[in-house]
């Protein structure tokens, strides 16, 4: 990386520049591809690159047909343990309710069944194979879609309770898990960053090539046992992640 | 993203795919971009894409004048509270040697001081642009560089122990600052995913465009007191992150 940046970089990071300091306004169209390219006086395919840099920046966005627009969007916080603190769904509250505030929010919930994997059946000590319930969600922030998740709980703790049911009702499936004598002990989270499968990209309208999302995949536990398994795919420019812990 | 992948993406993932199955192994010899244009049927823009998204992916890398290289690796598992544990470092440990294990490792340390930004100033309690210590590291990590590392601490709590020394001692910084009644006793890590700046990637040998870092800011307490800012720009593709906490 020594040396000359490549062309496509160097007007990315002119119009970059020019969205941060505000030049560009939210909400603004950009020029053609055609007019970049003149202005910075390079090829119109050097141009495309440029965009789609400051695409996968989660900077602009591309609505078909109608040219590039200013996209920014202020990150929401997503704080541990607080947001899974027992106080805050024992009070009836919704995780997400922690992270986004007053922020618009809107959430698909789909509830389903699935064969368990085998990392889902090893996380909850059952058989491989073995039908669990799946609650897959799809959060929309301000009109951005920022996260898929997806998760995996036995059926034994779900059957005839209201977390087969879309709403879950005040607290959500922990506070139910609560009712049934396995109030959260403590979790764990493991967090990857890499590039989204195109069913990833699709769902979270990540439209350009070099989008990243983070995968985080948390086990949460009632003392030793693991009572569900939570696979969630973040629009990774969307978020940032904060935890406290002791030494 | 609805509907047909372009071409690039569709290039980018048969390779992928052949990548991770071990055809093809660490170290091969990618095609020429010009043979595999010609072996997907597409021109050799559409194969230089592919090639970006592969190495944007962590999968292949670029050697100058010599071709493009498969490098995989394993990530490196960096696990909180854990690392960090005072059990740890109180035994003389180096916390990233709870990350890497016996893989072999090489850190640079530069020993310097800085101004205080005015985050690093709010976070330690003194006036912005006050002198502090910045101890930074370079990891690197089977030939890889994989993190970038500086920690700001206040010039009294450095001034005449070992912490101003590239070799800090046994248990390092932790160890020193627990010597003067300033054992560490919590911290906070915040999370964001970007892209990187330019001489961070040049930092970390990330050679083509969209790859992505992970910028990890924590700070470490003794009781009510910040006593050090540790700014981390990890490798995206080189760690994972775990996090325990309780409900």
Do not use: K
């Not at 590039?68 to 769904?89: K, Q």
């Not at 992270?99 to 491989?128: H, K, M, N, Q, Y």
């Amino acid at each position: 990386m020594a040396g000359e940046q490549p062309a496509y970089r160097r007007v990315a990071d002119q119009l970059r520049r020019l969205i941060l300091s505000g030049e560009l306004a939210e909400g603004t169209r950009l020029p053609s591809l055609r007019e970049i390219a003149t202005q910075y006086g390079v090829a119109v395919s050097i141009a495309t690159r440029a965009l789609d840099v400051l695409r996968a920046d989660g900077l602009v966005m591309a609505r078909p047909g109608a040219g590039t627009y200013v996209r920014r969007f202020e990150r929401i916080v997503r704080s541990s343990p607080g947001r899974l603190a027992r106080d805050h769904w024992g009070g009836g509250a919704a995780i997400q309710d922690h992270d986004t505030g007053p922020r618009v929010r809107a959430v698909d919930i789909v509830i389903g069944d699935a064969p368990a994997s085998a990392f889902v059946a090893e996380a909850l000590g059952i058989e491989p194979g073995t039908p669990v319930l799946t609650r897959s969600r799809r959060f929309v922030v301000e009109g951005r879609a920022v996260q898929l998740s997806t998760s995996y709980l036995p059926r034994e703790l779900t059957r005839g309770t209201r977390i087969e049911h879309t709403d879950a009702g005040e607290g959500g499936t922990y506070a139910r898990l609560a009712e049934q004598g396995l109030a959260l002990t403590h979790f764990t989270e493991r967090i990857v960053g890499r590039s989204p499968l195109p069913e990833e990209a699709s769902a979270l309208d990540l439209l350009a090539d070099g989008a990243r999302i983070l995968e985080i995949t948390r086990l949460a536990y009632a003392e030793d046992r693991c009572v569900e398994v939570n696979r969630m795919v973040l629009d990774s420019d969307a978020y940032e992640l904060t935890y406290s812990f002791p030494s």
